[in-house]
């Protein structure tokens, strides 16, 4: 059997080849890793491989890195403008009950614009408590930290009288005006002092961009516990907190998504399936752009990327030998959805989701059973007081509830509906995902058993009382004399009094015993796609990743993107 499987791949295989042409700026990935209400005050990196850090800003459309000017700290802080209280390497907004320190967001301003950072940093560098800024594309300078704007302007008078030389030798004035805090700009601080090192503002139409310096390697970066490649982006609402974004090439951040996603110590080819699903999935259109600026979220609503803290050498060859390779269909990149396992048969998208995908089709999987998966079988029990409590908190208007079943599944055997009934006769029904959401189950794929039963159809085919419990593997005959299967639409019957659309005798269902029912399942997720287990499975028996993709992803593509 497998030679024959893997024969049907190869024969289906088209060749890697150079046919899928990448999107501008595609093969750098924007990774939302806190923003909206997970927005952080402030965030702190440090230099693990590399020194210092490159300011600037990214273009929206390029996603190109617009250098401004250089820090050689190797640790730094981005915060919200504003006063800031420091206790430690801890930046807040209020004061900390522990000793603390202030960084008041008042500031006095140079009058002079300067022509490049550079210039800015040599002045500042002339004063006493002085950094450079970026506000509103012009280079500035700033001097000291102010709690009130009063105190700001009583400075403003003093620094005036004091100067300082430029690179030519010229004494210039430190005459300057006292500036506030903005709701949309950012201070960089070096992590653990009070020392700004820089302001970036300029009023939303641009975010601060930091790209650490690679050094003699490639640069990789402490972020909240973590490594990460490439650079940061940090987006400010108005007078709102930072949306951190990572900004990285597509192939370090699939780097990044692999040992999160797959254990690192499965099979090679295993991960290479996973590399594969992880680079197209990047590549999809985005739910967060519209509202964050960024392709990907880095949780389990899109896929776990959490830097390369846990990448191995074979996380990393499987990326490197799958290097630009994606899955597509009709042209476009597939939807590479995947589960960690189906419990024994995937699941067409559109039973599980709404819109049905040619390629993400329910098929039995021969794969699961032959490797070893932790809580593959899976048992909860409910109350039916406990289920009316569900319904209710999901929004459902029913009563006491005494009946509950699985009142229709997929052709694959998966849970496609369930039905819910009260001691007042009222249902509820509920369809595709909500069944897995709703009871908390950990798969597509179980049982309801004490539940009772729905009433059951049957179709009387003869005078005898012979019946029929499912229409489906009857055969027909058409007006032509064709003999085929009858399939699905209406069923008619012909008798000595003519012709009659065929109708089903309902029996009466029953309530449930007992006092709630008992859930029994295999498998963990969706069951759409690729399952991960699957995958190991499959590659432990000797298959390829392409024979593993092509088996869960019904007549894609493999190519390799065109940069």
């Known amino acids: 059997m497998k030679k024959f499987l893997c024969t049907f791949f190869l024969c289906m295989l088209t060749a890697v080849t150079l046919t899928v042409s990448a999107r501008a700026a595609e093969d750098i990935i924007k990774a939302g890793l806190y923003y909206g209400d997970g927005a952080l005050y402030s965030a702190n990196l440090e230099n693990y491989e590399g020194s210092g850090y490159d300011l600037g800003w990214y273009d929206e459309a390029t996603r190109d890195f617009n250098r401004i000017g250089f820090l050689s700290d190797t640790a730094i802080s981005m915060t919200a403008d504003g006063t800031i209280y420091r206790s430690g390497k801890v930046y807040s907004a209020s004061r900390p009950a522990q000793t603390y320190s202030t960084i008041g967001g008042y500031h006095v301003q140079l009058?002079?614009?300067?022509?490049?950072?550079?210039?800015?940093?040599?002045?500042?560098?002339?004063?006493?408590?002085?950094f450079p800024a970026f506000i509103n594309n012009a280079y500035r300078v700033r001097m000291g930290s102010f709690v009130t704007r009063e105190e700001a302007e009583i400075a403003a008078a003093t620094y005036a009288t004091r100067s300082w030389r430029d690179r030519y030798g010229m004494d210039r004035a430190a005459s300057g005006d006292a500036v506030a805090p903005s709701a949309t700009g950012i201070v960089v601080t070096s992590t653990?002092?009070?020392?700004?090192?820089?302001?970036?503002?300029?009023?939303?139409?641009?975010?601060?961009?930091?790209?650490?310096?690679?050094?003699?390697?490639?640069?990789?970066?402490?972020?909240?516990?973590?490594?990460?490649?490439?650079?940061?982006?940090?987006?400010?609402?108005?007078?709102?907190?930072?949306?951190?974004i990572n900004v990285v090439p597509l192939d370090d951040y699939v780097r990044g998504v692999l040992p999160y996603e797959m254990s690192p110590k499965w099979p090679l080819e295993a991960l290479k399936a996973q590399a594969v699903c992880a680079r197209t999935y990047a590549l999809l259109p985005s739910k967060h752009y519209d509202g964050y600026r960024f392709d990907v979220c880095n949780t389990t609503d899109c896929q776990v990327y959490q830097g390369v803290n846990l990448a191995s050498a074979v996380t990393d060859q499987a990326v490197t030998e799958?290097?630009?390779?994606?899955?597509?269909?009709?042209?476009?990149?597939?939807?590479?959805?995947?589960?960690?396992?189906?419990?024994?048969?995937?699941?067409?998208?559109?039973?599980?989701?709404?819109?049905?995908?040619?390629?993400?089709?329910?098929?039995?999987?021969?794969?699961?059973?032959?490797?070893?998966?932790?809580?593959?079988?899976?048992?909860?029990?409910?109350?039916?007081?406990?289920?009316?409590?569900?319904?209710?908190?999901?929004?459902?208007?029913?009563?006491?509830?005494?009946?509950?079943?699985?009142?229709?599944?997929?052709?694959?055997?998966?849970?496609?509906?369930?039905?819910?009934?009260?001691?007042?006769?009222?249902?509820?029904?509920?369809?595709?995902?909500?069944?897995?959401?709703?009871?908390?189950?950990?798969?597509?794929?179980?049982?309801?058993?004490?539940?009772?039963?729905?009433?059951?159809?049957?179709?009387?085919?003869?005078?005898?009382?012979?019946?029929?419990?499912?229409?489906?593997?009857?055969?027909?005959?058409?007006?032509?004399?064709?003999?085929?299967?009858?399939?699905?639409?209406?069923?008619?019957?012909?008798?000595?009094?003519?012709?009659?659309?065929?109708?089903?005798?309902?029996?009466?269902?029953?309530?449930?015993?007992?006092?709630?029912?008992?859930?029994?399942?295999?498998?963990?997720?969706?069951?759409?796609?690729?399952?991960?287990?699957?995958?190991?499975?499959?590659?432990?028996?000797g298959y390829t990743y392409e024979d593993i993709l092509l088996f869960y992803y019904t007549g894609i593509k493999l190519e390799r993107m065109v940069r």
């Open 111 to 130: 009058r002079e614009e300067f022509p490049s950072f550079d210039e800015a940093a040599y002045a500042a560098g002339q004063l006493e408590d002085a």
């Open 192 to 244: 653990g002092t009070d020392r700004i090192l820089f302001v970036f503002d300029c009023s939303g139409a641009k975010s601060l961009g930091i790209l650490p310096n690679n050094g003699a390697g490639k640069a990789q970066t402490w972020f909240k516990g973590y490594r990460w490649y490439g650079g940061f982006e940090y987006r400010r609402s108005t007078g709102g907190n930072l949306n951190v």
């Open 322 to 541: 799958t290097a630009g390779i994606v899955a597509t269909y009709g042209g476009k990149y597939a939807e590479t959805y995947y589960c960690s396992a189906n419990g024994g048969a995937s699941e067409a998208s559109e039973n599980v989701w709404s819109n049905p995908l040619p390629y993400l089709v329910g098929k039995e999987d021969p794969y699961e059973k032959l490797t070893d998966i932790p809580d593959y079988h899976y048992t909860i029990s409910y109350t039916y007081s406990q289920l009316g409590e569900r319904l209710r908190a999901k929004g459902y208007s029913i009563g006491t509830v005494n009946t509950a079943y699985v009142s229709q599944t997929t052709p694959t055997g998966n849970v496609a509906e369930i039905t819910f009934r009260d001691t007042a006769g009222k249902t509820v029904k509920l369809t595709k995902e909500a069944c897995r959401w709703t009871l908390d189950a950990k798969s597509m794929r179980f049982t309801i058993s004490g539940g009772g039963s729905g009433g059951t159809k049957s179709w009387s085919v003869n005078q005898g009382g012979d019946t029929l419990s499912d229409l489906g593997g009857a055969y027909t005959i058409s007006g032509k004399g064709v003999v085929g299967l009858f399939g699905s639409g209406t069923a008619y019957a012909i008798t000595s009094s003519g012709t009659s659309v065929l109708q089903p005798t309902v029996s009466a269902g029953t309530s449930g015993t007992g006092s709630g029912i008992t859930i029994t399942g295999t498998g963990w997720g969706h069951g759409v796609g690729m399952s991960q287990y699957g995958a190991k499975a499959m590659a432990e028996q």
